[in-house]
């Protein structure tokens, strides 16, 4: 059973471009969330998605970021307009309900900006 | 708003001894789950141990485990006969699962574990 899956693994991208990181979940899970780590922090919530649902949004800024999970295919994180200060790296982690204790991380994307 | 507080930015420890990483949080709830993750440098977060706050007992997993306190909010991680391959940084989280909502994961800031040979 593979794992919770991103690509690309590493992203270079030059201010004003946008960046799309993609997470596939593990199999037979239907809810992905997404967290991002600065350099030397810890992970921070994003959003909370189900099949074709954003649930829960708070946590990711109000502009240039935006997030889905189709019916067929991976989540899309999408940053518009990239600048310095979204330089990090953005993990998902897939769950196989609502309410579960269970989360399994991706490897995680490493965007940098230049 | 929960929060939780890792107030050690670094620890080193020489192999086969033991070590405890502090965590504290705040939540003003009465059930959820708190963890300990390890990154190494590959950055995968890997999870190493899981508390129920309703359990009394504390976990233990082969080498790791956590002293629980509830009343005061403390959930420390004990690493025994620490190894080399447990030098990454170690997060401690929070969760509070409930049907059908968002159980996002609230981390501390985490500490760098330094095993010496």
């Known amino acids: 059973n593979a794992g919770v899956m991103q690509n690309p693994r590493h992203l270079v991208r030059r201010r004003g471009q946008e960046a799309r990181l993609r997470c596939s979940p593990m199999?037979?899970?239907?809810?992905v969330y997404w967290y991002r780590q600065l350099p030397e922090e810890g992970l921070k919530f994003m959003v909370y998605?189900?099949?074709?649902?954003?649930?829960?949004e708070s946590g990711m800024p109000k502009e240039r970021f935006s997030a889905e999970f189709p019916k067929e295919g991976p989540s899309i994180l999408r940053i518009q307009q990239v600048v310095r200060g979204d330089s990090a790296a953005y993990f998902c982690?897939?769950?196989?309900?609502?309410?579960?204790?269970?989360?399994?991380f991706g490897p995680g994307t490493r965007l940098t900006v230049t | 708003a929960q929060t939780v507080t890792q107030s050690q930015p670094e620890m080193s420890v020489q192999e086969a001894e033991t070590v405890t990483l502090s965590c504290t949080y705040d939540t003003s709830e009465s059930n959820y789950y708190l963890f300990w993750y390890k990154q190494p440098p590959s950055r995968q977060m890997i999870l190493v141990i899981r508390?129920?706050?309703?359990?009394?007992q504390n976990a233990t997993e082969n080498r790791f485990s956590v002293n629980f306190q509830k009343a005061a909010k403390s959930f420390s991680l004990k690493i025994s006969d620490s190894q080399l391959g447990d030098t990454a940084m170690y997060f401690c989280a929070f969760m509070s699962p409930f049907e059908g909502a968002n159980s996002k994961l609230t981390f501390g800031k985490g500490i760098t574990l330094s095993v010496r040979p």
């Open positions: 982690a897939s769950s196989p309900n609502g309410g579960s204790y269970e989360q399994y």
């Open positions: 508390q129920e706050a309703y359990k009394q």
């Open positions: 998605l189900q099949k074709e649902n954003i649930i829960d």
């Open positions: 199999k037979g899970h239907s809810h």
